[in-house]
């Protein structure tokens, strides 16, 4: 099993910059779930990531906000970072 594994190729995806140094090289398909406290800024960082996702490597991103939802926090957020990109 370990040969096998040895021999497999995975596509991944190299980001830059701040992204690049803190998550490194991502294989796909990825899942990351952000934890911490209130107001330290899980959405703001999570929207940013999901942004450079889609803008720099076209990829596909569902963003699931589990407690903060479709509400006028999260649209003051998207308006904030300047996020326009079709993230689901």
Request: hydrophobic share 40%; aromatic share 10%.
């Amino acid at each position: 099993m370990a040969n096998d594994l040895a021999k497999m190729n995975f596509k991944t995806i190299s980001l830059r910059g701040k992204f690049g140094k803190l998550l490194g090289k991502l294989y796909i398909p990825f899942y990351i779930m952000i934890y911490g406290s209130r107001f330290h800024g899980k959405s703001t960082v999570a929207l940013m990531l999901a942004d450079e996702l889609v803008k720099q490597h076209g990829h596909k991103v569902l963003y699931v906000a589990n407690e903060e939802g479709a509400k006028g926090t999260m649209q003051e957020k998207v308006v904030r970072l300047g996020i326009n990109s079709p993230i689901g």
